[in-house]
């Protein structure tokens, strides 16, 4: 199934100069000819940034870098005056999607894309159906810690996915979730954050103030039939935080569980009634 994946990688890692996204990046304002895939991962990128007020935004990528996130050599806090002028350049209203045409478009020339928020999901995704494909429709495929599980295991039973407790030192299990046909994708900021001046800066940016966030929420976890939108969702609600994350989740009906951090490796449990419900409906097994 190597070859779903490479095919993810050909067409959307920004690592690659000659990746599809690379040659749109690179591109003008006109129209840009893509792939299936690509235009099936920029729209849901898009709806669910035009969902969340842009909280979700795969145009992000120049305010990343500049807190340090991107290439090396950035040590300094950018200033209000650089982080406007990012923001101009910012911004999923600069994208636009043709699905009848099979284009993509720019309305800026210094706009730019980044899918990791979401590709990795969608990667999950096409070798899934892969597998689905070969006559092997029990099994569970990770990508990049976002998961897609079909059928049953070994045992005859649904899988089971633990959460990671976001602790400071080692690894442990929080939460076990048993998984039927479905995706899970967490996102936090307890893995990857820089300090400066013994100030903790998460790598989550929020798109809408170009700042990283400052809330206390460790992570969030998504589940949902296409591990492409549980993993564009997951980071929407990261950035959101744990209130107007939790709001937001329970009025769109999205089974998403919080922890959120109380004091140093302490963390207070939220669940969404779509979660809960999910997840207390679950059978064991087939």
Not at 59 to 81: H, K, N, S, Y
Request: aromatic residues 6%; negative net charge; charged residues 25%.
């Amino acid at each position: 199934m190597r070859e779903a994946l490479d095919g993810v990688d050909e067409h959307m890692s920004t690592y690659r100069p000659d990746s599809e996204i690379e040659q749109f990046n690179r591109g003008e304002t006109e129209p840009f000819p893509a792939t299936q895939g690509l235009l099936e991962v920029v729209g849901e990128a898009q709806r669910i940034a035009l969902l969340t007020g842009g909280a979700f935004d795969i145009t992000v990528g120049p305010l990343v870098d500049i807190w340090g996130f991107g290439p090396p050599g950035v040590t300094e806090v950018p200033d209000d005056e650089t982080l406007q002028k990012l923001l101009a350049v910012t911004g999923f209203e600069n994208l636009e999607v043709d699905v009848e045409r099979g284009t993509l478009r720019k309305a800026r020339a210094d706009c730019r894309i980044d899918l990791s928020a979401i590709a990795k999901g969608f990667g999950a995704d096409q070798v899934s159906s892969a597998l689905a494909r070969e006559g092997l429709p029990h099994h569970m495929v990770e990508v990049g810690g976002e998961v897609r599980a079909r059928g049953f295991n070994g045992s005859e039973q649904v899988w089971r996915i633990g959460i990671e407790r976001p602790t400071s030192a080692g690894r442990s299990v929080q939460f076990v979730v048993p998984l039927a046909d479905l995706s899970l994708a967490t996102s936090g900021d307890y893995r990857n954050f820089v300090e400066r001046d013994g100030v903790r800066i998460s790598h989550t940016i929020d798109p809408r103030s170009g700042r990283p966030i400052s809330h206390n929420l460790a992570s969030v976890s998504v589940i949902h039939a296409s591990c492409m939108t549980a993993d564009g969702l997951a980071t929407a609600l990261s950035v959101l935080g744990p209130d107007e994350g939790f709001e937001f989740a329970e009025r769109q009906e999205i089974p998403a569980y919080f922890l959120v951090r109380v004091a140093v490796d302490e963390f207070e449990e939220r669940q969404t009634s779509a979660w809960t419900s999910l997840i207390e409906n679950t059978p064991v097994s087939y």
